[in-house]
């Protein structure tokens, strides 16, 4: 069967396929955290000593004695039994934007022969992966491998559900055997750690004495596309870079804006339903679901969690939509940007920090010594983002988000903060000397008696700021798609850290001279804004004269692509940063950086060789084809005495030969290793090689609007983006 007639067949059959029946929906009550072995389910399952342990581990990182660990290890295996476990996992998160899993069976023999379970606390606690084959960047080698996980218990263990049977995974950290992090949840717990201990030292200084353990805390907005499996497997582009590397722009893409919010597709409602009933069994407080800006694209939202249970929900919640999307005959994308010129999708990361006594620290409080405290956080992070700033763009940094980053469709490359105009006033009025109340927004009256008043927020939204204040927290809005939280989270948790060590340094100089809470903190954040203030910016940051005006008069860096923010991590203010918070050493971080380039060099390097096999296998055969077909066609008609209009057959003709030498010279860029660094060689890959993969898909796209559409191979933006 010929490529083209499989695209005809798979839009027959999308035509007639039916929404996947998925039985009744169970109310929220039966189903919330039901394959969840959280504190509820512990309080009945644990002696009373050992939940009190428990509880106090999870809510404030207490050291867990590892007698309790048998004790949890017991009842955490007989209630997983009791819901048809056989194997349990201890689930983790290597340098990637995915999960990894090692399934071992409870089951062990007795010299009678007899099968029977068994979980201690030493199988909880510890497990052991190869090290040396995720990547680690040098960390670890083929004859230096060893690597452990070890039991994360303030995430809390899940029974995962597939159609292969359950399985008991145990959120953990993982190591080498020489202890350096080579995963993204240590990172991220060592970088709540440091918040904490800066954030008690500056609430200590304002006299508080009751400070509960503070966390911060995270939630992402997913954005993703579907595409119907049948389209999927006719695009090897799709299925293995997970964008289209080829397709003219429909005559209708989403330019009526007419998709946003509009009546959500039946069989996508259908999967979303799936997909929240499976993420409520898991805990997973999924709360928003919408259609999103762009045709085929959609957004689910959970509900704030603590940032390390958030980060664990969020690679879990990736897993299932990939998984629920087949089952409903789906692919799901999470590539940042998987159809040109259409709007690409990104993780909205929002971020607080809070505890139990004193509340989120990021939300304006009702009384002065409350509004103290958030001018103060807030500040803090002021100077954070100004500091590591080009920190905070190598974190959101990957080959597929570059081509999200400042194209007026997602924030720009160039960090800077949004407060709001009110809140912007009260630090510029604070930057003269003056502290004046953080205002409300005021009562929201449209003079219509039917439509209830309610008080609206204190300050707009801008969707152009990479970094927005939004009320009660800040939104990092910057973030791919497919990214894990937990990089973005480490950063602004370490930024913060050190924000705050330098506020409390700067609080206790201006005690010692006498001045009231008022006046110090004042003279702080005076000088956070006049050290700082440049990175507070309202505008419209897609405009050209931002563009101009943040590098050349404020001094703000401008890197819109990884090749030049992953250097980034190399900076002696980063390398102190992190080494200075005990988050990562250098060693660690080094090893980011080696991992983070190689996976951007290789994922170009895969694209573009996808460039090349398809421009050779699908699109030249197919228009050869066809102008054979002309050309043909053209000799019978002269026969006849007819005319045929001889400028499509030039124009393919022109156009295969004009991609057929871009492909060459893109086959022969991607042979090129000579390189003097890493560096360079992800220069030559941003530049280079991705200039002559647009130059081939510049013909290709071109071929696709004179080929006749039955004999085109691939299926179009058109089919992909609106058959559902």
């Not at 090290?131 to 994360?152: Q, V």
């Not at 009933?277 to 997973?284: A, F, N, V």
């Not at 030249?620 to 000799?635: E, K, V």
Request: charged fraction near 20%; include cysteine.
């Amino acid at each position: 069967m010929s490529a083209n007639a499989s695209r005809l067949q798979a839009i027959q059959a999308i035509s007639n396929r039916q929404p996947v029946a998925v039985g009744k929906t169970e109310p929220l009550g039966n189903i919330w955290a039901s394959d969840v072995f959280n504190l509820s389910t512990m309080e009945w399952a644990l002696s009373k000593s050992a939940f009190k342990a428990m509880k106090n581990t999870v809510q404030t990182g207490a050291p867990l004695d590892p007698a309790t660990a048998d004790v949890v290890a017991a009842a955490m295996k007989e209630w997983a039994v009791a819901k048809g476990v056989k194997f349990f996992s201890h689930i983790f998160y290597p340098m990637t934007n995915i999960t990894a899993e090692k399934h071992d069976g409870f089951i062990i023999t007795s010299p009678e022969g007899n099968a029977i379970t068994e979980f201690t606390g030493s199988l909880l606690k510890k497990g052991e992966p190869d090290g040396s084959s995720f990547p680690n960047g040098s960390l670890r080698m083929t004859s230096a491998a060893r690597g452990y996980t070890a039991w994360d218990p303030t995430s809390p263990a899940f029974v995962m559900q597939t159609d292969n049977g359950a399985t008991l995974m145990i959120p953990s950290v993982f190591m080498s055997w020489t202890g350096e992090a080579l995963d993204k949840k240590i990172p991220l717990l060592r970088s709540n750690a440091a918040m904490d201990k800066a954030a008690r030292k500056v609430i200590g200084l304002m006299g508080e004495t009751d400070i509960a353990t503070l966390n911060s805390s995270c939630g992402a907005e997913q954005e993703y596309f579907l595409v119907d499996a049948n389209f999927a497997n006719l695009r090897p582009d799709l299925l293995l870079a997970g964008r289209t590397l080829f397709g003219a722009s429909p005559a209708k893409g989403q330019q009526f804006d007419d998709h946003y919010f509009g009546a959500i597709p039946a069989r996508v409602q259908v999967f979303m339903q799936d997909l929240e009933d499976q993420l409520y069994k898991l805990g997973i407080p999924a709360k928003t679901h919408h259609n999103e800006v762009a045709p085929a694209q959609f957004e689910i939202a959970p509900y704030f969690e603590a940032a390390n249970v958030a980060a664990d929900h969020q690679q879990l919640m990736m897993t299932l939509m990939k998984a629920t999307a087949r089952k409903h005959g789906f692919l799901c994308l999470l590539h940042e940007k998987p159809f040109a010129g259409i709007n690409g999708s990104g993780k909205h990361v929002n971020w607080s920090v809070g505890n139990a006594t004193q509340g989120n620290l990021l939300d304006p409080g009702s009384t002065p010594h409350e509004n103290l405290l958030f001018l103060l956080f807030c500040g803090a992070v002021i100077r954070g983002v100004h500091t590591f700033g080009p920190l905070l763009r190598a974190v959101i940094a990957s080959a597929s988000n570059d081509h999200r980053l400042g194209a007026n469709e997602a924030p720009p490359a160039i960090l800077s903060v949004y407060l709001g105009d009110q809140l912007e006033k009260v630090f510029m009025d604070i930057k003269e000397g003056k502290l004046t109340e953080t205002a409300k927004g005021g009562d929201m009256d449209l003079g219509l008696s039917q439509i209830l008043k309610f008080e609206r927020d204190p300050g707009d939204r801008n969707r152009t700021s990479p970094f927005a204040f939004t009320g009660n927290r800040f939104e990092f809005r910057a973030v791919g798609a497919s990214q894990s939280v937990s990089g973005p989270l480490v950063a602004m948790n370490t930024m913060l850290a050190d924000s705050l060590e330098w506020v409390a340094e700067k609080l206790e100089a201006q005690f010692a001279k006498g001045s009231s809470k008022t006046e110090a903190v004042v003279s702080v954040l005076q000088t956070v804004m006049k050290e700082h203030g440049n990175v507070v910016f309202g505008g419209n940051g897609y405009s050209p004269e931002w563009h101009k005006m943040a590098v050349e008069e404020r001094g703000l860096q401008n890197l819109p692509t990884s090749a030049e923010a992953l250097p980034m991590l190399q900076d002696a203010t980063v390398i102190a940063l992190f080494k200075d918070t005990g988050v990562l050493t250098p060693v660690e971080l080094d090893s980011r950086y080696q991992v983070y380039t190689e996976q951007y060099i290789l994922s170009i390097e895969v694209e573009a060789k996808l460039v090349v096999d398809m421009a050779k296998t699908l699109i030249y055969p197919a228009a050869l084809n066809y102008l054979g077909i002309l050309t043909a066609t053209g000799s019978g008609m002269a026969a006849l005495g007819l005319t045929l209009d001889k400028s499509s057959a030039e124009t393919i003709a022109g156009e295969l030969d004009a991609m057929m030498k871009a492909v060459a010279k893109l086959s022969d860029a991607i042979g090129k290793h000579d390189f003097d660094s890493v560096n360079e060689h992800m220069a030559f890959c941003a530049g280079e090689v991705r200039a002559l993969m647009d130059e081939v898909r510049l013909h290709a796209d071109t071929l696709e609007g004179e080929v006749a559409d039955e004999l085109w191979p691939l299926p179009k933006y058109q089919e992909m983006l609106f058959i559902k």
